[in-house]
Protein backbone atom coordinates (compact mmCIF):
# COMPACT_ATOMS: atom_id res chain seq x y z
CA UNK A 1 0.00 0.00 0.00
CA UNK A 2 1.28 3.60 -0.58
CA UNK A 3 2.23 5.64 1.87
CA UNK A 4 -0.33 8.32 2.73
CA UNK A 5 2.94 10.21 3.89
CA UNK A 6 4.43 10.44 0.69
CA UNK A 7 1.51 11.00 -1.69
CA UNK A 8 1.14 14.22 1.39
CA UNK A 9 4.64 15.48 0.87
CA UNK A 10 4.48 15.83 -2.86
CA UNK A 11 0.93 17.26 -2.63
CA UNK A 12 2.76 19.82 -0.67
CA UNK A 13 4.70 20.58 -3.53
CA UNK A 14 2.26 20.30 -5.86
CA UNK A 15 -0.72 22.59 -4.07
CA UNK A 16 2.52 25.45 -3.88
CA UNK A 17 2.43 25.49 -7.74
CA UNK A 18 -1.40 25.51 -7.96
CA UNK A 19 -1.38 28.62 -5.79
CA UNK A 20 1.13 30.24 -7.77
CA UNK A 21 -0.86 29.17 -11.02
CA UNK A 22 -4.25 29.53 -10.25
CA UNK A 23 -4.41 33.03 -11.55
CA UNK A 24 -2.99 32.40 -14.59
CA UNK A 25 -5.63 30.74 -16.92
CA UNK A 26 -9.32 32.05 -21.50
CA UNK A 27 -18.18 40.59 -35.99
CA UNK A 28 -17.27 43.88 -36.73
CA UNK A 29 -20.25 46.26 -35.70
CA UNK A 30 -20.16 49.57 -35.00
CA UNK A 31 -20.75 51.23 -31.51
CA UNK A 32 -24.45 50.57 -30.44
CA UNK A 33 -26.35 52.96 -28.42
CA UNK A 34 -29.30 51.15 -28.03
CA UNK A 35 -28.37 48.58 -25.03
CA UNK A 36 -27.77 48.68 -21.63
CA UNK A 37 -23.84 48.98 -20.95
CA UNK A 38 -22.14 45.74 -19.96
CA UNK A 39 -20.04 45.59 -16.99
CA UNK A 40 -17.52 42.86 -16.72
CA UNK A 41 -16.67 41.17 -13.81
CA UNK A 42 -13.75 38.99 -14.36
CA UNK A 43 -12.35 36.45 -12.07
CA UNK A 44 -9.00 36.26 -9.86
CA UNK A 45 -7.00 35.89 -13.25
CA UNK A 46 -8.69 39.10 -14.85
CA UNK A 47 -7.36 41.02 -11.39
CA UNK A 48 -3.29 40.40 -11.29
CA UNK A 49 -1.89 42.76 -8.11
CA UNK A 50 0.43 45.29 -9.06
CA UNK A 51 2.79 47.14 -7.17
CA UNK A 52 2.15 51.29 -7.52
CA UNK A 53 -0.63 50.53 -9.49
CA UNK A 54 -1.64 53.14 -11.92
CA UNK A 55 1.24 55.03 -12.36
CA UNK A 56 4.32 54.91 -14.35
CA UNK A 57 6.05 52.53 -11.84
CA UNK A 58 3.23 49.81 -11.70
CA UNK A 59 4.87 46.70 -12.10
CA UNK A 60 3.01 43.39 -11.88
CA UNK A 61 3.55 41.28 -8.66
CA UNK A 62 1.45 38.46 -8.34
CA UNK A 63 0.83 36.29 -10.68
CA UNK A 64 4.55 35.21 -11.97
CA UNK A 65 5.07 35.56 -15.63
CA UNK A 66 5.06 32.26 -18.21
CA UNK A 67 8.61 32.29 -18.40
CA UNK A 68 9.07 32.59 -14.30
CA UNK A 69 6.63 29.76 -13.95
CA UNK A 70 8.54 27.91 -16.84
CA UNK A 71 12.05 28.04 -15.15
CA UNK A 72 10.32 27.06 -11.57
CA UNK A 73 8.73 24.19 -12.57
CA UNK A 74 11.72 23.11 -14.86
CA UNK A 75 13.93 23.06 -11.97
CA UNK A 76 11.70 21.42 -9.32
CA UNK A 77 10.80 18.53 -11.97
CA UNK A 78 15.09 18.30 -12.15
CA UNK A 79 15.06 18.21 -8.44
CA UNK A 80 12.56 15.43 -8.18
CA UNK A 81 14.22 13.44 -10.37
CA UNK A 82 17.27 13.86 -7.97
CA UNK A 83 15.18 13.03 -5.19
CA UNK A 84 13.63 9.81 -6.67
CA UNK A 85 17.16 8.31 -6.99
CA UNK A 86 18.56 9.74 -3.29
CA UNK A 87 15.40 10.04 -1.24
CA UNK A 88 16.65 13.33 -0.03
CA UNK A 89 13.32 15.36 -0.24
CA UNK A 90 14.72 18.57 2.09
CA UNK A 91 16.07 20.33 -1.22
CA UNK A 92 12.38 20.04 -2.90
CA UNK A 93 10.85 21.56 -0.29
CA UNK A 94 13.44 24.19 0.95
CA UNK A 95 13.13 25.51 -2.74
CA UNK A 96 9.23 25.11 -3.14
CA UNK A 97 9.28 27.27 -0.18
CA UNK A 98 12.00 29.44 -1.46
CA UNK A 99 10.48 31.00 -3.87
CA UNK A 100 6.87 30.55 -3.13
CA UNK A 101 7.24 32.57 0.47
CA UNK A 102 8.94 35.65 -2.05
CA UNK A 103 5.91 35.73 -4.09
CA UNK A 104 3.46 35.17 -0.99
CA UNK A 105 5.03 38.13 1.37
CA UNK A 106 4.30 40.60 -1.15
CA UNK A 107 0.80 40.29 -1.21
CA UNK A 108 0.50 39.11 2.58
CA UNK A 109 -2.33 40.81 4.28
CA UNK A 110 -2.76 42.09 7.98
CA UNK A 111 -4.22 39.85 10.93
CA UNK A 112 -7.43 41.53 10.24
CA UNK A 113 -7.72 40.72 6.79
CA UNK A 114 -6.82 44.39 5.46
CA UNK A 115 -3.90 45.14 2.96
CA UNK A 116 -0.20 45.00 4.55
CA UNK A 117 1.16 46.84 1.57
CA UNK A 118 -0.83 50.03 0.72
CA UNK A 119 1.35 50.05 -2.79
CA UNK A 120 -0.02 46.84 -4.07
CA UNK A 121 -3.36 46.72 -5.62
CA UNK A 122 -5.13 46.54 -8.98
CA UNK A 123 -4.56 48.83 -12.07
CA UNK A 124 -8.46 50.78 -12.40
CA UNK A 125 -9.30 51.30 -15.71
CA UNK A 126 -12.31 53.57 -15.51
CA UNK A 127 -13.28 54.34 -19.44
CA UNK A 128 -15.17 52.02 -21.50
CA UNK A 129 -13.45 49.64 -23.73
CA UNK A 130 -13.41 52.06 -26.86
CA UNK A 131 -10.84 54.04 -24.78
CA UNK A 132 -8.19 51.66 -25.20
CA UNK A 133 -9.05 50.31 -28.38
CA UNK A 134 -6.44 51.17 -30.18
CA UNK A 135 -3.80 49.31 -27.82
CA UNK A 136 -4.91 45.69 -28.95
CA UNK A 137 -3.29 44.24 -26.48
CA UNK A 138 -4.26 46.68 -23.49
CA UNK A 139 -7.93 46.22 -24.52
CA UNK A 140 -7.67 42.49 -24.05
CA UNK A 141 -5.53 43.02 -20.85
CA UNK A 142 -8.40 45.04 -19.40
CA UNK A 143 -11.06 43.25 -20.71
CA UNK A 144 -10.27 39.57 -21.69
CA UNK A 145 -11.45 37.58 -24.53
CA UNK A 146 -14.63 37.37 -23.63
CA UNK A 147 -15.19 41.46 -22.59
CA UNK A 148 -13.58 42.02 -25.94
CA UNK A 149 -15.32 39.59 -27.99
CA UNK A 150 -18.85 41.00 -26.39
CA UNK A 151 -17.33 44.66 -27.30
CA UNK A 152 -17.03 43.31 -31.19
CA UNK A 153 -20.88 42.07 -31.05
CA UNK A 154 -22.48 45.31 -29.24
CA UNK A 155 -19.89 48.21 -29.25
CA UNK A 156 -16.42 48.99 -27.51
CA UNK A 157 -18.57 52.27 -26.15
CA UNK A 158 -20.39 49.25 -23.91
CA UNK A 159 -18.13 47.64 -22.26
CA UNK A 160 -16.49 47.96 -18.88
CA UNK A 161 -14.64 46.48 -16.68
CA UNK A 162 -14.69 46.64 -12.96
CA UNK A 163 -11.46 45.47 -11.36
CA UNK A 164 -10.93 44.65 -7.72
CA UNK A 165 -8.41 43.39 -5.16
CA UNK A 166 -9.26 39.76 -4.46
CA UNK A 167 -7.28 39.54 -1.24
CA UNK A 168 -10.03 41.42 0.27
CA UNK A 169 -13.70 41.71 1.58
CA UNK A 170 -16.03 40.29 -0.53
CA UNK A 171 -18.06 43.34 1.17
CA UNK A 172 -15.85 46.00 0.19
CA UNK A 173 -15.36 44.94 -3.39
CA UNK A 174 -18.99 44.77 -3.35
CA UNK A 175 -19.25 48.96 -2.28
CA UNK A 176 -16.40 49.51 -5.05
CA UNK A 177 -18.74 47.98 -7.42
CA UNK A 178 -21.69 49.81 -6.70
CA UNK A 179 -20.07 53.25 -6.99
CA UNK A 180 -18.80 51.85 -10.15
CA UNK A 181 -21.99 51.12 -11.24
CA UNK A 182 -22.92 55.09 -10.70
CA UNK A 183 -20.22 56.04 -12.35
CA UNK A 184 -21.13 54.19 -15.67
CA UNK A 185 -24.52 54.76 -15.84
CA UNK A 186 -23.09 58.36 -15.71
CA UNK A 187 -20.86 58.28 -18.24
CA UNK A 188 -23.02 56.20 -20.37
CA UNK A 189 -25.96 58.45 -19.79
CA UNK A 190 -28.09 55.36 -19.22
CA UNK A 191 -30.73 54.72 -16.20
CA UNK A 192 -29.40 50.70 -16.05
CA UNK A 193 -26.61 48.66 -16.79
CA UNK A 194 -26.03 44.80 -17.01
CA UNK A 195 -22.94 42.66 -15.05
CA UNK A 196 -21.37 39.68 -16.51
CA UNK A 197 -19.39 38.04 -13.78
CA UNK A 198 -17.28 34.69 -14.20
CA UNK A 199 -15.49 32.98 -11.57
CA UNK A 200 -14.40 34.81 -8.29
CA UNK A 201 -15.89 38.11 -9.75
CA UNK A 202 -19.59 36.59 -9.09
CA UNK A 203 -18.37 36.37 -5.30
CA UNK A 204 -18.04 40.34 -5.21
CA UNK A 205 -21.54 40.59 -8.11
CA UNK A 206 -23.73 38.17 -5.76
CA UNK A 207 -22.60 40.14 -2.78
CA UNK A 208 -23.02 43.61 -4.30
CA UNK A 209 -26.79 42.15 -4.95
CA UNK A 210 -27.45 41.49 -1.43
CA UNK A 211 -25.72 44.59 0.18
CA UNK A 212 -26.66 47.28 -2.33
CA UNK A 213 -30.43 45.69 -3.30
CA UNK A 214 -31.83 49.12 -2.61
CA UNK A 215 -30.13 50.91 -5.73
CA UNK A 216 -28.84 47.54 -7.61
CA UNK A 217 -32.93 46.17 -8.32
CA UNK A 218 -32.74 49.72 -9.68
CA UNK A 219 -29.67 49.74 -11.36
CA UNK A 220 -29.55 46.68 -12.84
CA UNK A 221 -31.09 44.96 -15.74
CA UNK A 222 -29.60 41.59 -16.18
CA UNK A 223 -27.32 40.04 -14.56
CA UNK A 224 -25.07 36.50 -15.80
CA UNK A 225 -23.04 34.70 -13.66
CA UNK A 226 -20.24 32.07 -15.45
CA UNK A 227 -18.67 29.45 -13.44
CA UNK A 228 -19.52 31.33 -10.39
CA UNK A 229 -17.51 30.82 -7.32
CA UNK A 230 -19.96 32.58 -5.01
CA UNK A 231 -21.05 29.04 -3.41
CA UNK A 232 -17.03 27.91 -3.26
CA UNK A 233 -14.88 25.33 -4.50
CA UNK A 234 -13.81 22.40 -3.59
CA UNK A 235 -10.15 22.56 -4.17
CA UNK A 236 -10.06 26.01 -2.14
CA UNK A 237 -12.12 23.89 0.72
CA UNK A 238 -9.18 21.20 0.62
CA UNK A 239 -6.59 23.75 0.19
CA UNK A 240 -8.18 25.20 3.55
CA UNK A 241 -8.60 21.74 5.61
CA UNK A 242 -5.24 20.52 5.03
CA UNK A 243 -6.41 17.69 2.49
CA UNK A 244 -4.14 18.40 -0.85
CA UNK A 245 -3.18 14.89 -1.08
CA UNK A 246 -2.94 12.81 -3.76
CA UNK A 247 -4.93 9.50 -4.33
CA UNK A 248 -5.55 7.10 -6.90
CA UNK A 249 -9.31 7.18 -7.13
CA UNK A 250 -8.52 10.89 -8.00
CA UNK A 251 -8.73 9.58 -11.57
CA UNK A 252 -11.92 8.49 -12.93
CA UNK A 253 -12.41 6.69 -16.38
CA UNK A 254 -15.36 4.65 -17.50
CA UNK A 255 -14.71 0.72 -17.62
CA UNK A 256 -15.43 -0.84 -20.74
CA UNK A 257 -17.55 -4.07 -18.28
CA UNK A 258 -19.70 -2.24 -17.24
CA UNK A 259 -21.16 1.40 -15.73
CA UNK A 260 -20.33 3.27 -12.77
CA UNK A 261 -17.07 1.51 -12.29
CA UNK A 262 -13.20 2.27 -13.08
CA UNK A 263 -10.17 0.85 -15.50
CA UNK A 264 -7.17 0.91 -13.89
CA UNK A 265 -4.20 3.68 -13.33
CA UNK A 266 -3.45 3.53 -17.27
CA UNK A 267 -6.79 4.79 -17.91
CA UNK A 268 -7.74 6.65 -15.44
CA UNK A 269 -4.19 9.11 -16.05
CA UNK A 270 -6.04 9.53 -19.81
CA UNK A 271 -8.76 10.91 -18.34
CA UNK A 272 -7.47 13.75 -16.51
CA UNK A 273 -4.52 14.55 -18.93
CA UNK A 274 -7.22 14.18 -21.80
CA UNK A 275 -9.11 17.46 -19.78
CA UNK A 276 -5.55 19.68 -19.61
CA UNK A 277 -3.19 18.57 -21.84
CA UNK A 278 -2.58 21.92 -23.38
CA UNK A 279 -2.21 23.47 -19.68
CA UNK A 280 1.70 23.64 -18.43
CA UNK A 281 1.16 23.31 -15.15
CA UNK A 282 -0.42 20.08 -16.22
CA UNK A 283 2.36 18.84 -17.73
CA UNK A 284 3.94 19.35 -14.33
CA UNK A 285 0.58 17.70 -12.50
CA UNK A 286 0.94 14.96 -14.71
CA UNK A 287 4.87 14.10 -14.63
CA UNK A 288 4.18 13.89 -10.83
CA UNK A 289 1.38 11.90 -10.66
CA UNK A 290 3.00 9.28 -12.49
CA UNK A 291 5.96 8.97 -10.31
CA UNK A 292 3.46 8.93 -7.45
CA UNK A 293 1.77 5.99 -9.03
CA UNK A 294 4.93 4.43 -9.89
CA UNK A 295 5.94 0.98 -8.14
CA UNK A 296 9.23 2.56 -7.02
CA UNK A 297 6.85 4.60 -4.23
CA UNK A 298 6.29 1.34 -3.01
CA UNK A 299 9.29 0.23 -1.25
CA UNK A 300 9.72 -0.45 2.20
CA UNK A 301 13.32 1.19 2.20
CA UNK A 302 11.27 4.44 1.04
CA UNK A 303 9.16 4.85 3.22
CA UNK A 304 11.26 4.22 6.06
CA UNK A 305 13.62 6.95 4.51
CA UNK A 306 10.35 9.57 3.72
CA UNK A 307 9.11 8.84 7.14
CA UNK A 308 12.90 9.55 8.96
CA UNK A 309 13.70 13.12 7.00
CA UNK A 310 10.47 14.41 6.23
CA UNK A 311 8.01 14.29 9.19
CA UNK A 312 9.13 17.21 10.69
CA UNK A 313 9.12 19.07 7.67
CA UNK A 314 5.62 18.20 6.56
CA UNK A 315 4.06 20.25 8.91
CA UNK A 316 6.14 23.24 8.89
CA UNK A 317 5.42 23.17 4.82
CA UNK A 318 1.64 23.51 5.41
CA UNK A 319 2.19 26.23 8.05
CA UNK A 320 4.04 28.16 5.79
CA UNK A 321 1.56 27.47 2.71
CA UNK A 322 -1.95 27.53 5.05
CA UNK A 323 -1.88 28.94 8.38
CA UNK A 324 0.64 31.82 7.89
CA UNK A 325 0.42 33.01 4.32
CA UNK A 326 -3.47 32.57 3.46
CA UNK A 327 -5.49 32.53 6.35
CA UNK A 328 -5.49 36.49 6.14
CA UNK A 329 -7.02 36.01 2.26
CA UNK A 330 -10.55 37.21 2.98
CA UNK A 331 -10.74 36.73 -0.63
CA UNK A 332 -10.21 33.06 -0.40
CA UNK A 333 -11.93 32.45 2.45
CA UNK A 334 -15.31 33.10 0.50
CA UNK A 335 -14.59 30.58 -2.16
CA UNK A 336 -14.39 28.18 0.86
CA UNK A 337 -18.16 25.71 0.72
CA UNK A 338 -20.48 26.31 3.59
CA UNK A 339 -19.48 22.33 3.70
CA UNK A 340 -15.84 22.88 4.72
CA UNK A 341 -16.20 25.88 6.70
CA UNK A 342 -15.91 24.62 10.19
CA UNK A 343 -13.21 22.07 9.60
CA UNK A 344 -11.66 25.28 7.36
CA UNK A 345 -11.79 27.06 10.85
CA UNK A 346 -10.51 24.77 12.92
CA UNK A 347 -7.77 23.97 10.95
CA UNK A 348 -6.51 27.45 10.23
CA UNK A 349 -6.90 28.60 13.97
CA UNK A 350 -4.77 26.08 16.11
CA UNK A 351 -5.87 25.69 19.21
CA UNK A 352 -2.89 27.88 20.79
CA UNK A 353 -3.97 30.74 18.46
CA UNK A 354 -6.99 33.71 19.56
CA UNK A 355 -7.48 34.88 16.05
CA UNK A 356 -8.25 38.15 15.06
CA UNK A 357 -11.84 39.38 16.26
CA UNK A 358 -12.38 41.56 12.79
CA UNK A 359 -11.32 39.14 10.77
CA UNK A 360 -13.66 36.28 12.22
CA UNK A 361 -16.83 39.20 11.62
CA UNK A 362 -15.53 39.32 8.47
CA UNK A 363 -15.62 35.13 7.24
CA UNK A 364 -18.51 34.76 9.47
CA UNK A 365 -20.42 37.23 7.71
CA UNK A 366 -19.80 36.04 4.15
CA UNK A 367 -20.67 32.28 5.44
CA UNK A 368 -23.83 33.92 6.62
CA UNK A 369 -24.59 35.44 2.72
CA UNK A 370 -22.95 32.27 0.66
CA UNK A 371 -25.82 30.43 2.83
CA UNK A 372 -28.69 32.89 0.96
CA UNK A 373 -27.15 32.37 -1.94
CA UNK A 374 -30.20 31.18 -3.25
CA UNK A 375 -32.29 33.78 -1.79
CA UNK A 376 -30.01 36.77 -3.30
CA UNK A 377 -30.97 35.33 -6.96
CA UNK A 378 -34.77 34.47 -6.79
CA UNK A 379 -35.22 38.19 -4.99
CA UNK A 380 -33.22 40.19 -7.76
CA UNK A 381 -35.16 38.10 -10.23
CA UNK A 382 -38.61 38.94 -8.48
CA UNK A 383 -37.16 42.37 -8.56
CA UNK A 384 -37.42 42.62 -11.97
CA UNK A 385 -33.63 41.89 -13.18
CA UNK A 386 -33.18 39.23 -15.47
CA UNK A 387 -30.79 36.50 -14.14
CA UNK A 388 -28.79 33.51 -15.54
CA UNK A 389 -26.60 31.25 -14.75
CA UNK A 390 -24.36 29.33 -16.51
CA UNK A 391 -22.25 26.73 -15.37
CA UNK A 392 -19.90 23.35 -17.03
CA UNK A 393 -19.39 20.23 -16.38
CA UNK A 394 -17.77 16.68 -17.08
CA UNK A 395 -14.06 17.62 -16.47
CA UNK A 396 -12.44 16.46 -13.85
CA UNK A 397 -10.79 19.08 -10.81
CA UNK A 398 -7.40 19.20 -10.12
CA UNK A 399 -6.83 15.55 -8.49
CA UNK A 400 -5.03 16.81 -5.24
CA UNK A 401 -7.75 16.81 -2.60
CA UNK A 402 -10.20 14.23 -1.32
CA UNK A 403 -12.87 12.16 -2.96
CA UNK A 404 -15.87 12.66 -0.98
CA UNK A 405 -18.10 10.39 -2.90
CA UNK A 406 -15.46 7.30 -2.91
CA UNK A 407 -17.08 3.72 -1.91
CA UNK A 408 -14.71 4.45 1.29
CA UNK A 409 -17.44 7.19 2.42
CA UNK A 410 -20.22 4.42 2.15
CA UNK A 411 -21.78 6.77 -0.48
CA UNK A 412 -22.46 3.45 -2.35
CA UNK A 413 -25.37 2.17 -0.34
CA UNK A 414 -27.62 5.63 -0.95
CA UNK A 415 -30.68 5.41 -2.96
CA UNK A 416 -30.50 5.72 -6.41
CA UNK A 417 -31.99 9.42 -6.67
CA UNK A 418 -30.51 10.70 -3.46
CA UNK A 419 -27.42 12.49 -4.75
CA UNK A 420 -27.45 14.85 -1.57
CA UNK A 421 -23.91 13.58 -0.55
CA UNK A 422 -22.71 13.34 -4.12
CA UNK A 423 -22.40 17.15 -4.33
CA UNK A 424 -18.31 17.71 -3.99
CA UNK A 425 -15.04 16.59 -4.11
CA UNK A 426 -12.69 15.08 -7.15
CA UNK A 427 -15.50 12.72 -8.73
CA UNK A 428 -17.71 15.67 -8.87
CA UNK A 429 -19.03 17.37 -12.22
CA UNK A 430 -16.50 20.80 -12.90
CA UNK A 431 -14.62 23.42 -15.49
CA UNK A 432 -11.66 21.99 -13.93
CA UNK A 433 -12.16 24.45 -11.11
CA UNK A 434 -15.46 25.24 -10.24
CA UNK A 435 -17.50 22.61 -8.99
CA UNK A 436 -21.06 22.09 -11.44
CA UNK A 437 -22.83 22.11 -8.14
CA UNK A 438 -21.85 25.14 -6.69
CA UNK A 439 -21.36 26.72 -9.93
CA UNK A 440 -25.18 26.41 -10.52
CA UNK A 441 -25.99 27.23 -6.83
CA UNK A 442 -27.76 23.82 -6.36
CA UNK A 443 -28.20 21.68 -9.73
CA UNK A 444 -27.15 17.90 -8.33
CA UNK A 445 -24.90 16.07 -9.99
CA UNK A 446 -23.93 12.10 -10.44
CA UNK A 447 -19.97 11.55 -10.01
CA UNK A 448 -17.75 12.09 -13.06
CA UNK A 449 -18.38 9.41 -15.32
CA UNK A 450 -20.79 7.53 -13.96
CA UNK A 451 -23.38 6.70 -16.54
CA UNK A 452 -24.81 3.60 -14.81
CA UNK A 453 -26.13 5.53 -12.09
CA UNK A 454 -26.95 8.46 -14.58
CA UNK A 455 -29.31 6.21 -16.44
CA UNK A 456 -31.51 6.09 -13.57
CA UNK A 457 -31.62 9.36 -12.37
CA UNK A 458 -35.23 10.82 -12.20
CA UNK A 459 -35.75 14.14 -11.61
CA UNK A 460 -36.16 15.74 -8.15
CA UNK A 461 -39.00 18.48 -7.98
CA UNK A 462 -42.14 18.47 -10.21
CA UNK A 463 -41.47 21.29 -12.67
CA UNK A 464 -44.16 20.24 -14.86
CA UNK A 465 -41.44 19.92 -17.69
CA UNK A 466 -37.78 18.13 -17.93
CA UNK A 467 -34.64 19.50 -16.25
CA UNK A 468 -32.65 16.72 -16.74
CA UNK A 469 -29.06 16.67 -18.96
CA UNK A 470 -30.42 14.96 -21.92
CA UNK A 471 -26.92 14.40 -23.52
CA UNK A 472 -25.64 11.83 -25.13
CA UNK A 473 -23.02 10.18 -23.94
CA UNK A 474 -20.17 10.05 -26.58
CA UNK A 475 -17.81 8.65 -24.28
CA UNK A 476 -19.86 5.21 -24.58
CA UNK A 477 -20.36 4.11 -28.66
CA UNK A 478 -22.52 1.39 -27.51
CA UNK A 479 -24.83 4.31 -26.51
CA UNK A 480 -27.71 4.02 -29.23
CA UNK A 481 -29.92 7.19 -30.09
CA UNK A 482 -32.27 7.93 -27.37
CA UNK A 483 -30.37 6.23 -24.68
CA UNK A 484 -29.65 9.13 -22.65
CA UNK A 485 -27.68 9.69 -19.16
CA UNK A 486 -29.16 12.17 -16.90
CA UNK A 487 -26.40 13.49 -14.98
CA UNK A 488 -27.52 16.75 -13.97
CA UNK A 489 -31.17 17.63 -12.42
CA UNK A 490 -31.60 21.28 -13.04
CA UNK A 491 -34.41 21.19 -10.84
CA UNK A 492 -32.85 21.44 -7.38
CA UNK A 493 -30.48 24.48 -8.28
CA UNK A 494 -31.41 28.48 -7.63
CA UNK A 495 -33.16 29.10 -10.91
CA UNK A 496 -34.12 25.99 -13.11
CA UNK A 497 -35.71 27.94 -15.86
CA UNK A 498 -32.31 30.41 -16.33
CA UNK A 499 -29.68 27.66 -15.61
CA UNK A 500 -27.80 26.96 -18.43
CA UNK A 501 -25.43 23.76 -18.38
CA UNK A 502 -22.11 23.82 -20.89
CA UNK A 503 -20.72 20.21 -21.44
CA UNK A 504 -16.54 19.85 -22.08
CA UNK A 505 -15.81 23.50 -21.27
CA UNK A 506 -13.22 24.76 -19.31
CA UNK A 507 -12.95 27.26 -16.92
CA UNK A 508 -12.23 30.52 -18.64
CA UNK A 509 -11.47 29.62 -22.38
CA UNK A 510 -13.80 32.06 -23.94
CA UNK A 511 -11.97 32.26 -27.41
CA UNK A 512 -11.65 34.82 -29.66
CA UNK A 513 -14.42 34.20 -33.01
CA UNK A 514 -16.14 31.34 -30.62
CA UNK A 515 -19.83 31.42 -30.52
CA UNK A 516 -19.47 30.91 -26.73
CA UNK A 517 -19.39 34.25 -26.89
CA UNK A 518 -22.27 34.97 -28.36
CA UNK A 519 -24.34 32.91 -25.86
CA UNK A 520 -23.19 35.16 -23.15
CA UNK A 521 -23.44 38.51 -25.49
CA UNK A 522 -27.14 37.24 -25.70
CA UNK A 523 -27.90 36.09 -21.78
CA UNK A 524 -26.32 40.12 -20.85
CA UNK A 525 -28.31 42.18 -23.65
CA UNK A 526 -31.68 39.98 -24.89
CA UNK A 527 -34.85 39.99 -22.98
CA UNK A 528 -36.11 36.91 -21.93
CA UNK A 529 -33.66 34.56 -22.18
CA UNK A 530 -34.88 31.86 -20.13
CA UNK A 531 -34.22 28.10 -21.44
CA UNK A 532 -36.86 28.05 -23.16
CA UNK A 533 -36.64 31.05 -25.03
CA UNK A 534 -34.39 30.14 -28.33
CA UNK A 535 -33.50 26.55 -29.73
CA UNK A 536 -30.38 27.56 -30.31
CA UNK A 537 -29.79 27.70 -26.27
CA UNK A 538 -31.55 25.04 -24.40
CA UNK A 539 -30.53 24.64 -21.14
CA UNK A 540 -28.19 21.83 -21.41
CA UNK A 541 -25.34 22.01 -24.69
CA UNK A 542 -21.73 21.15 -25.51
CA UNK A 543 -17.69 22.65 -26.08
CA UNK A 544 -16.13 21.12 -29.09
CA UNK A 545 -13.09 21.49 -27.15
CA UNK A 546 -11.02 20.00 -29.55
CA UNK A 547 -11.53 22.81 -32.33
CA UNK A 548 -9.68 26.48 -32.51
CA UNK A 549 -11.71 28.32 -31.53
CA UNK A 550 -13.80 26.46 -29.00
CA UNK A 551 -17.69 25.69 -30.81
CA UNK A 552 -20.44 25.71 -29.00
CA UNK A 553 -23.06 22.86 -29.84
CA UNK A 554 -26.37 24.26 -29.83
CA UNK A 555 -29.82 23.49 -30.18
CA UNK A 556 -29.72 24.52 -33.73
CA UNK A 557 -27.03 22.35 -35.05
CA UNK A 558 -29.46 19.42 -33.54
CA UNK A 559 -31.53 17.97 -36.57
CA UNK A 560 -35.66 18.35 -35.00
CA UNK A 561 -35.97 14.38 -36.02
CA UNK A 562 -33.75 13.58 -32.95
CA UNK A 563 -31.01 12.33 -35.87
CA UNK A 564 -28.18 14.42 -35.18
CA UNK A 565 -24.97 12.68 -33.42
CA UNK A 566 -21.57 14.08 -33.71
CA UNK A 567 -19.43 11.62 -35.21
CA UNK A 568 -22.41 9.23 -36.08
CA UNK A 569 -21.22 9.35 -40.34
CA UNK A 570 -23.43 5.94 -41.08
CA UNK A 571 -26.56 7.19 -39.50
CA UNK A 572 -27.12 4.04 -37.53
CA UNK A 573 -27.43 6.03 -33.87
CA UNK A 574 -23.57 5.31 -32.44
CA UNK A 575 -20.04 6.65 -32.38
CA UNK A 576 -17.61 3.53 -34.08
CA UNK A 577 -14.81 2.48 -36.33
CA UNK A 578 -17.39 2.44 -38.95
CA UNK A 579 -17.99 5.61 -38.68
CA UNK A 580 -14.07 7.09 -38.79
CA UNK A 581 -13.75 4.68 -41.99
CA UNK A 582 -16.77 6.34 -44.09
CA UNK A 583 -15.77 9.62 -43.20
CA UNK A 584 -11.79 8.53 -44.69
CA UNK A 585 -13.94 7.42 -47.54
CA UNK A 586 -15.50 10.72 -48.23
CA UNK A 587 -12.95 12.80 -47.69
CA UNK A 588 -10.61 11.03 -50.29
CA UNK A 589 -13.62 11.51 -52.74
CA UNK A 590 -14.19 7.24 -52.64
CA UNK A 591 -17.92 7.97 -51.70
CA UNK A 592 -19.84 11.24 -52.81
CA UNK A 593 -19.88 14.35 -50.39
CA UNK A 594 -22.76 14.18 -48.11
CA UNK A 595 -24.89 18.27 -48.77
CA UNK A 596 -23.94 20.40 -46.45
CA UNK A 597 -27.00 21.22 -45.06
CA UNK A 598 -27.52 17.24 -44.51
CA UNK A 599 -27.25 15.39 -41.23
CA UNK A 600 -24.80 13.36 -42.43
CA UNK A 601 -22.44 16.02 -43.30
CA UNK A 602 -23.05 18.11 -39.33
CA UNK A 603 -22.76 14.46 -38.48
CA UNK A 604 -19.36 13.78 -39.79
CA UNK A 605 -17.66 17.38 -39.71
CA UNK A 606 -16.49 16.97 -36.03
CA UNK A 607 -13.80 19.83 -35.64
CA UNK A 608 -16.25 22.27 -37.82
CA UNK A 609 -14.34 23.78 -40.32
CA UNK A 610 -17.15 23.34 -42.93
CA UNK A 611 -14.97 20.50 -44.29
CA UNK A 612 -14.87 16.79 -44.13
CA UNK A 613 -11.68 15.53 -44.04
CA UNK A 614 -8.89 13.22 -42.98
CA UNK A 615 -8.65 15.15 -39.23
CA UNK A 616 -12.37 14.85 -38.82
CA UNK A 617 -12.01 10.63 -39.16
CA UNK A 618 -8.80 10.50 -36.57
CA UNK A 619 -11.04 12.72 -34.10
CA UNK A 620 -14.03 9.86 -34.79
CA UNK A 621 -11.74 7.17 -34.39
CA UNK A 622 -10.30 8.16 -30.95
CA UNK A 623 -13.91 8.72 -29.82
CA UNK A 624 -14.49 5.27 -30.76
CA UNK A 625 -11.60 4.04 -29.42
CA UNK A 626 -12.22 6.24 -26.26
CA UNK A 627 -9.23 8.03 -26.38
CA UNK A 628 -11.18 11.34 -25.97
CA UNK A 629 -14.81 12.85 -25.81
CA UNK A 630 -16.20 15.25 -28.83
Given at each position: ?????????????????????????????????????????????????????????????????????????????????????????????????????????????????????????????????????????????????????MAEKIGYNN????????????????????????????????????????????????????????????????????????????????????????????????????YGQFQGLTS??????????????????????????????????????????????????????????????????????????????????????????????????????????????????????????????????????????????????????????????????????????????????????????????????????????????????????????????????????????????????????????????????????????????????????????????????????????????????KVAADDARL????????????????????????????????????????????????
Amino acid sequence: MKNSLVKRTLSIVLSAVMLISCAVSVFAVTDNNSIDPVIIVGGIDANPLVANPNSQDAETVFPPTDAEMSYYIGKLITLMNTAVASNNYDEILNYTYSWVYPIMDKISMNNDGTNKSNNVGVQKYTHSLSYYRTDAELCEKVAGTLGKGMAEKIGYNNIYVFQYDWRLDPFENADNLAQFVKEVKEKAHKDQVSIVCEGYGANVAVTYLSTHSDTAYKDISKFVTVSSAFMGTSLIGDLFTGNLIVKDSSFSYPNNVGYGQFQGLTSAYIRWSNDFSDNPITAFSTWLTNYILNGEWETQAYIINIMTMMGHTITKMYDKYLRDMLKSYLGLWAMVPLEYYDDAFEYMFTDTEEPNADLVKKINAYKKLQANGTKILTDAQKAGIDVSVVAMWDLQLLPIGNDYMSSESGNDERDINDMSNELYGLSAQSDGVIDTYYASFGAYCTALNDAGRAALITQTKDKNHDHLSDVYDYLDPTHKLGAICHYIDASTCALPENTYFIRNMKHGTFEEGSNAIDFIDWLACTDDTDIHSRFEYPQFMAANRYVSPTILITGSEINPDGQYLLGDVNLDGKVAADDARLCLRIAAKLEPMPDKDSVQFKNADVNDDKEITASDARIILRVAARLQSF
